[in-house]
């Protein structure tokens, strides 16, 4: 793995290409990732129909959170289950590109982010001669929803402690921490896959939804049991996949962000108004250079802990 300057941003160095189905759509779709320049971001852009404008994977373009992540352009037309994506874009630092999709959502691959981890690393970093950015907390901001809490707190590193509480035997409580580094990602994060209860899916079949969701991109509990063969990728695949989307989700403030994100019984919600508060309070947070090398420390000094 060729490491560059992580003060500097980045993009990919060749186009990837990547097809799969949609979750909720159940119909195939095809997404190209662009290098772009730097200073531009994450974008989306539909290329399905008329050629509609970019959006910019920011909070401010937010349309929904109830199923997935969703965005909307100026024209109204939405682009749905980004957080994957979004998560393997910032897990290994990739500052700039151009996503098109000729679809309403992104490909829902395996149910994890490892399938868009190995073809970016395929495609390779590339550095872009502009220093990067990182979003310094500068004191605890707090989201309170129906009893699911997050929290930002001042951290000399992008730090995730997450913690899940679901009850039954299958879940339970399970907790995860760790420093955010590209090692960290690939081996600890992007293989986590997405997880629903059968009852759960049975019903949002009925009202349309969920119409490309199977065993191949999900894990699916029924009772006391996981129905996937094989069973999970981890004992707490399921609270790894959460952290996972937290990641995905907390990108959208724009720039990584130098903090304690802390989270129970979170979700695509919570994460958003927790960007959203931090991101509308001037006095919580900074601008500020990225120290170089500081995301490619060795990954031992970065490794995971679990909090029992």
Same mark, same amino acid.
């Given at each position: 793995?060729?490491?560059?300057?992580?003060a500097?941003q980045?993009?990919? !160095?060749?186009?990837?290409?990547l097809t799969?189905?949609?979750?909720?759509?159940?119909?195939?779709?095809? &997404?190209?990732i662009?290098?772009?320049?730097?200073?531009? *971001?994450?974008?989306?852009?539909?290329?399905?129909?008329?050629?509609? %404008?970019?959006? %910019?994977?920011?909070?401010?373009?937010? =349309?929904?959170?109830?199923?997935?992540?969703?965005?909307?352009?100026?024209?109204?037309?939405?682009?749905?289950? &980004?957080?994957?994506l979004?998560?393997? $874009?910032?897990?290994?630092g990739?500052?700039?590109?151009?996503?098109?999709?000729d679809? %309403?959502?992104?490909?829902? @691959?395996?149910?994890?982010?490892?399938?868009?981890?190995?073809?970016?690393?395929?495609?390779?970093?590339?550095?872009?001669?502009?220093?990067?950015?990182m979003?310094?907390?500068?004191?605890?901001?707090?989201?309170?929803?129906?009893?699911?809490?997050?929290?930002?707190?001042?951290?000399?590193?992008?730090?995730?402690?997450?913690?899940?509480?679901?009850g039954?035997?299958?879940i339970?409580?399970? /907790?995860?921490?760790f420093?955010?580094? %590209?090692?960290v $990602?690939?081996?600890?994060?992007?293989r986590?896959?997405?997880?629903?209860?059968?009852?759960e899916?049975?019903?949002?079949?009925?009202? *349309?939804?969920?119409? *490309? /969701?199977?065993?191949?991109?999900?894990v !699916?509990?029924? *009772?006391?049991?996981?129905?996937? $063969?094989?069973g999970?990728?981890?004992?707490?695949?399921?609270?790894r996949?959460?952290?996972?989307?937290?990641?995905?989700?907390?990108?959208?403030?724009?720039?990584?962000i130098?903090?304690?994100?802390r989270?129970?019984?979170?979700g695509?919600?919570?994460?958003?108004?927790?960007?959203?508060?931090? @991101?509308?309070?001037?006095? =919580?947070?900074?601008?500020?250079?990225?120290?170089?090398?500081?995301?490619?420390?060795?990954?031992?000094?970065m490794?995971?802990?679990e909090?029992?």
């Amino acid at each position: 793995m060729v490491h560059h300057d992580t003060a500097l941003q980045t993009t990919l !160095a060749r186009t990837v290409e990547l097809t799969g189905i949609g979750v909720h759509s159940g119909a195939p779709v095809t &997404i190209t990732i662009v290098p772009s320049e730097a200073d531009t *971001g994450i974008r989306f852009q539909r290329t399905d129909g008329h050629s509609g %404008p970019a959006v %910019p994977a920011v909070w401010q373009s937010v =349309a929904a959170t109830e199923l997935c992540t969703m965005l909307a352009g100026s024209d109204g037309r939405t682009i749905g289950t &980004i957080e994957h994506l979004m998560a393997a $874009f910032r897990g290994l630092g990739i500052d700039n590109a151009l996503v098109e999709i000729d679809g %309403p959502e992104l490909p829902i @691959m395996d149910g994890s982010a490892v399938e868009f981890v190995e073809e970016l690393d395929l495609a390779g970093v590339y550095p872009l001669n502009q220093r990067r950015r990182m979003i310094r907390v500068l004191k605890p901001v707090r989201v309170e929803i129906n009893g699911s809490v997050a929290e930002l707190l001042p951290h000399d590193m992008p730090r995730f402690e997450v913690d899940i509480d679901f009850g039954g035997s299958v879940i339970g409580a399970q /907790s995860i921490a760790f420093n955010l580094t %590209p090692g960290v $990602f690939r081996k600890e994060l992007a293989r986590a896959r997405t997880f629903g209860f059968l009852h759960e899916v049975e019903a949002l079949w009925k009202m *349309g939804y969920a119409r *490309g /969701s199977s065993l191949d991109n999900a894990v !699916a509990i029924d *009772g006391d049991r996981v129905l996937n $063969f094989g069973g999970t990728r981890w004992p707490d695949e399921f609270v790894r996949h959460k952290a996972l989307d937290a990641v995905g989700d907390l990108a959208l403030a724009g720039h990584a962000i130098l903090g304690l994100y802390r989270s129970y019984k979170g979700g695509h919600r919570l994460n958003y108004q927790m960007v959203r508060t931090l @991101m509308s309070d001037s006095s =919580a947070y900074e601008l500020v250079p990225a120290p170089a090398a500081a995301d490619h420390a060795p990954v031992r000094e970065m490794a995971l802990d679990e909090r029992v």
